[in-house]
């Protein structure tokens, strides 16, 4: 299970982080989102991973920890608001730039290629 | 008084949230009206604040009465209470230049300007790296709203990246937070300082890679070398009292290297001790340097003190990297006067470029400057103390932080990179105060005076300097002791953690 898990956090991770360096507003917001969902996974893992642990009120000498699940909870809720400001950002620069290049301007190789294809 | 501590947080919370009902939203001068009391009362008790620290007794704040490693804390000593008394002065200061004609603030600016108080104070005041998280995201996302406020093309683009830097820093700050409570088991920083001497050898791979990802962090907040680059941009981009505010936002990511890197990492930390330090030094050193070419290359007033506070956070972060008790009350005298200058030279951009017109702050000749004599030598004020010349505070700080520097190695690169970062700020400065004042291309068509209030705030602040230097005894006396209280980690250990091994004995 720990395999697993740890490979969908480094997937998620890496997909976000490539998104990330994307040029374009919108793969860079997916790429936030699929960053913070990787953040999340990782953050509830450091609890540490086990089967039917109770949780804290319950009657069992194995016990998982609520910490890190409270964390999750509260870097889910910013997180959820920070993507929503970063999406109408993006539209507003969408508008006032006149395109959705993250540096407002595309740059003239882009545009050269783009008119090639 | 034990609520005392709590009180800079609640009233910019309630304050902000109490603008946006009825009586006060309606009006936009009952607002600034109700925030300058706020923010005065704020001051108070930031006053009495650094009085009690004074005492050298640590103001421990548990949340519930839940004792320190399960609970939340908020922790008062002398360093925060230092910064939180900062803040609320820059605060008044800008606030109080919003008094003046400027029609771009909407209803929702000054209830921003409370929540990003209060995200900073926080962040001042939280022992907990989780909560230092969650001030964070208040801090920035009222910080988004304020940097946008009045709209434009170039507002647009500097938030964009702004926005976008930051959430990215956000998500590698809660990885690190991971890692770390993966570890240690804790957030509490005075739990982890304590963890961290007892680890095991297995892990402290993982703990240097987590302490090492919020360096990257409190980097990017503090704008540190690589991270640097949304820095000119927003602040020039922003209105002048958010861009005077938000000089102490990257005082807030020094802070932090400050608190995390002296007291985790510090000296009682075994194999991981000081493992800031060999990072901070090049890239603080590095960061001068790059921060005076910019100020060599800015084309306007603003960017040109943006950049002057590139060169500020660069020598601040090449002296904590010494990670001894003079370099650190070295730099925190130094970081009082370059955030108030730096705020003061931001609003007095603003009242230079409202009176020249059409060319605003750019530097280039062009209509002289309506009230040229009183303006000019507040930026001959200004120049002087942001430069670091006698007899003002940036002076004594730069003396200070020179002579922090001990070994031949150690003053071989700081010395020359300060001093020749101070030369390049006069040459620059001496240029642009002789284009604005002394190289008009036509009379200034209509005599325009500043407003009184706005030209109040910004005396204020560009006088800090002078109370600075006149009190440089006991404001040194103050920034030692505070220093020697921040490397006594066994002491913070002890008065953090203190209400637990009391209820340990009761049981």
Same mark, same amino acid.
């Given at each position: 299970m720990e395999a697993l898990y740890a490979v969908c956090v480094g997937v998620l991770t890496a997909a976000g982080v490539f998104l990330l360096l994307r040029g374009r507003t919108f793969p860079v917001v997916v790429g936030l989102t699929l960053l913070s969902y990787g953040v999340n996974l990782f953050l509830f893992a450091t609890g540490r991973l086990n089967n039917s642990a109770a949780a804290v009120l319950g009657a069992g000498s194995d016990h998982a920890d609520p910490l890190p699940q409270a964390l999750v909870l509260t870097a889910i809720v910013i997180g959820f608001a920070m993507t929503a400001f970063v999406v109408i950002l993006a539209m507003r620069a969408r508008g006032d730039l006149g395109n959705d290049h993250v540096d407002g301007r595309v740059p003239e190789l882009v545009l050269d290629s783009e008119e090639r294809n | 008084m034990q609520h005392l501590i709590l009180l800079p947080l609640i009233l910019p919370l309630l304050g902000g949230l109490l603008m946006l009902l009825p009586p006060l939203t309606d009006s936009r001068v009952r607002q600034r009206n109700f925030a300058l009391v706020l923010s005065a009362a704020t001051m108070l008790i930031s006053v009495l604040l650094v009085q009690q620290a004074q005492q050298g007794v640590i103001g421990v704040y548990a949340l519930g009465d839940w004792a320190a490693p399960f609970g939340i804390v908020m922790v008062a000593d002398r360093l925060s209470t230092l910064l939180l008394l900062l803040t609320s002065v820059l605060a008044f200061c800008s606030l109080l230049y919003t008094f003046g004609p400027r029609t771009e603030e909407g209803s929702f600016f000054q209830p921003l300007l409370q929540f990003q108080i209060l995200g900073v104070n926080g962040a001042f005041l939280t022992g907990d790296l989780f909560n230092l998280f969650v001030f964070f995201e208040i801090l920035l996302i009222a910080s988004y709203g304020l940097l946008m406020f009045g709209g434009g093309k170039t507002r647009t683009r500097a938030g964009l990246h702004y926005v976008i830097l930051n959430l990215a820093g956000s998500a590698i700050f809660l990885f690190a937070l991971g890692i770390l409570y993966g570890t240690l088991g804790t957030l509490n920083i005075a739990d982890l300082a304590l963890k961290v001497q007892h680890l095991d050898p297995a892990e402290a791979p993982l703990v240097r890679a987590g302490g090492l990802m919020l360096l990257i962090v409190f980097g990017l907040k503090a704008a540190m070398l690589p991270l640097q680059f949304w820095l000119p941009a927003a602040y020039a981009a922003s209105t002048p009292a958010v861009a005077a505010l938000f000089a102490i936002m990257t005082k807030v990511g020094i802070y932090a290297i400050l608190r995390v890197f002296t007291v985790?990492? @510090? =000296? !009682?930390? @075994?194999?991981?001790?000081?493992? !800031?330090g060999p990072w901070l030094w090049p890239l603080g050193l590095m960061t001068i340097l790059v921060g005076a070419i910019g100020v060599l290359a800015s084309q306007d007033l603003r960017r040109l003190i943006a950049n002057l506070i590139i060169v500020s956070v660069g020598s601040l972060l090449a002296v904590i990297a010494l990670q001894r008790e003079a370099a650190t009350a070295a730099a925190l005298y130094y970081l009082l006067h370059s955030t108030l200058i730096c705020g003061g030279l931001f609003l007095l951009s603003d009242l230079i470029a409202r009176q020249r017109g059409?060319? #605003? =702050?750019?530097?280039?000749? #062009?209509? @002289?400057? @309506?009230q040229g004599r009183l303006l000019g030598s507040l930026f001959f004020i200004g120049a002087i103390a942001v430069i670091g010349m006698?007899?003002? !505070?940036g002076f004594l700080g730069k003396v200070l932080m020179l002579s922090a520097a001990s070994s031949v190695a150690e003053m071989s690169w700081l010395w020359p990179l300060v001093l020749g970062s101070s030369l390049v700020a006069l040459i620059t400065l001496s240029r642009a105060g002789s284009t604005l004042f002394w190289n008009p291309a036509g009379k200034p068509v209509e005599i325009m005076r500043a407003h009184p209030v706005q030209l109040l705030a910004t005396v204020l602040l560009l006088s800090m300097p002078l109370l600075l230097s006149v009190f440089a005894g006991p404001v040194t006396h103050m920034a030692a002791a505070t220093a020697q209280q921040l490397h006594d980690v066994q002491g913070q250990i002890g008065s953090v953690l203190q209400p637990v091994t009391h209820l340990v004995e009761v049981k």
């Amino acid at each position: 299970m720990e395999a697993l898990y740890a490979v969908c956090v480094g997937v998620l991770t890496a997909a976000g982080v490539f998104l990330l360096l994307r040029g374009r507003t919108f793969p860079v917001v997916v790429g936030l989102t699929l960053l913070s969902y990787g953040v999340n996974l990782f953050l509830f893992a450091t609890g540490r991973l086990n089967n039917s642990a109770a949780a804290v009120l319950g009657a069992g000498s194995d016990h998982a920890d609520p910490l890190p699940q409270a964390l999750v909870l509260t870097a889910i809720v910013i997180g959820f608001a920070m993507t929503a400001f970063v999406v109408i950002l993006a539209m507003r620069a969408r508008g006032d730039l006149g395109n959705d290049h993250v540096d407002g301007r595309v740059p003239e190789l882009v545009l050269d290629s783009e008119e090639r294809n | 008084m034990q609520h005392l501590i709590l009180l800079p947080l609640i009233l910019p919370l309630l304050g902000g949230l109490l603008m946006l009902l009825p009586p006060l939203t309606d009006s936009r001068v009952r607002q600034r009206n109700f925030a300058l009391v706020l923010s005065a009362a704020t001051m108070l008790i930031s006053v009495l604040l650094v009085q009690q620290a004074q005492q050298g007794v640590i103001g421990v704040y548990a949340l519930g009465d839940w004792a320190a490693p399960f609970g939340i804390v908020m922790v008062a000593d002398r360093l925060s209470t230092l910064l939180l008394l900062l803040t609320s002065v820059l605060a008044f200061c800008s606030l109080l230049y919003t008094f003046g004609p400027r029609t771009e603030e909407g209803s929702f600016f000054q209830p921003l300007l409370q929540f990003q108080i209060l995200g900073v104070n926080g962040a001042f005041l939280t022992g907990d790296l989780f909560n230092l998280f969650v001030f964070f995201e208040i801090l920035l996302i009222a910080s988004y709203g304020l940097l946008m406020f009045g709209g434009g093309k170039t507002r647009t683009r500097a938030g964009l990246h702004y926005v976008i830097l930051n959430l990215a820093g956000s998500a590698i700050f809660l990885f690190a937070l991971g890692i770390l409570y993966g570890t240690l088991g804790t957030l509490n920083i005075a739990d982890l300082a304590l963890k961290v001497q007892h680890l095991d050898p297995a892990e402290a791979p993982l703990v240097r890679a987590g302490g090492l990802m919020l360096l990257i962090v409190f980097g990017l907040k503090a704008a540190m070398l690589p991270l640097q680059f949304w820095l000119p941009a927003a602040y020039a981009a922003s209105t002048p009292a958010v861009a005077a505010l938000f000089a102490i936002m990257t005082k807030v990511g020094i802070y932090a290297i400050l608190r995390v890197f002296t007291v985790i990492f @510090g =000296d !009682a930390a @075994g194999s991981l001790s000081h493992i !800031a330090g060999p990072w901070l030094w090049p890239l603080g050193l590095m960061t001068i340097l790059v921060g005076a070419i910019g100020v060599l290359a800015s084309q306007d007033l603003r960017r040109l003190i943006a950049n002057l506070i590139i060169v500020s956070v660069g020598s601040l972060l090449a002296v904590i990297a010494l990670q001894r008790e003079a370099a650190t009350a070295a730099a925190l005298y130094y970081l009082l006067h370059s955030t108030l200058i730096c705020g003061g030279l931001f609003l007095l951009s603003d009242l230079i470029a409202r009176q020249r017109g059409k060319v #605003g =702050d750019r530097l280039v000749p #062009g209509r @002289g400057v @309506g009230q040229g004599r009183l303006l000019g030598s507040l930026f001959f004020i200004g120049a002087i103390a942001v430069i670091g010349m006698p007899p003002l !505070a940036g002076f004594l700080g730069k003396v200070l932080m020179l002579s922090a520097a001990s070994s031949v190695a150690e003053m071989s690169w700081l010395w020359p990179l300060v001093l020749g970062s101070s030369l390049v700020a006069l040459i620059t400065l001496s240029r642009a105060g002789s284009t604005l004042f002394w190289n008009p291309a036509g009379k200034p068509v209509e005599i325009m005076r500043a407003h009184p209030v706005q030209l109040l705030a910004t005396v204020l602040l560009l006088s800090m300097p002078l109370l600075l230097s006149v009190f440089a005894g006991p404001v040194t006396h103050m920034a030692a002791a505070t220093a020697q209280q921040l490397h006594d980690v066994q002491g913070q250990i002890g008065s953090v953690l203190q209400p637990v091994t009391h209820l340990v004995e009761v049981k």
